[in-house]
Structures are given as C-alpha cells and as structure tokens.
C-alpha cells in the first residue's frame, strides 16, 4: 500500500492561482513571448537544413531569382527585430561558447 506522505526530503511549493482577468492576460502576453522565441528557433533550424553547397549550378541559376527574394526577406526580418531591440537600448551579442 502507499502512503500519501511526503518524505522529508521533498519540498513542496504552492503558488497562488491567479485572480482576474488581469493575470490571464500577463499569461497571455508570458506565452505569447515564449512562442515568439519557439518560432524564431524554428526559423534557425530550417535555416540549417538548407545547404546550396550541394546544389548543381543548373539547379541554383533556375531558383536564385527565387533565393534571392527569400533571402532579402529574411535579411530585411533580422534587421528589423534587431533594430527594435537596439532601440530599446539593448545590446545583440553572440552567445559565449561553452
């Protein structure tokens, strides 16, 4: 049989359930960040799954018109989440390497 004890060596915390419609938007906006984030890493892993190295002249002159319409767009995002960023007064570093 098992016992409904917690052991010693468990804490357990307790948060408050939020009240109002107040924090069900601040939830809102908290998941809305994080899935803002979840897409732009998403956007970096389809980036690396894209290897034109191995692309055939042929196959890179038929689609560059294309490429290079999708590459501007891309570029033209970066900079401008960039600079929204800057504005803020925040400064855009590369991650240290571990």
């Not at 601040?26 to 960040?33: E, I, T």
């Not at 891309?74 to 989440?81: E, H, K």
Request: charged fraction near 30%; aromatic fraction near 2%.
């Amino acid at each position: 049989m098992r016992s409904n004890k917690v052991p010693a060596s468990v804490s357990l915390m307790v948060r408050p359930m939020p009240v109002g419609p107040r924090d069900a938007i601040d939830r809102l906006h908290v998941r809305d960040r994080l899935e803002s984030i979840a897409r732009l890493r998403s956007a970096v892993l389809a980036m690396d799954q894209v290897d034109v190295a191995g692309w055939d002249d042929g196959s890179l002159t038929d689609h560059l018109e294309e490429l290079s319409a999708t590459l501007c767009a891309i570029d033209a995002q970066v900079t401008r989440v960039a600079e929204a960023v800057r504005a803020r007064g925040f400064r855009i570093e590369e991650p240290r390497a571990a």
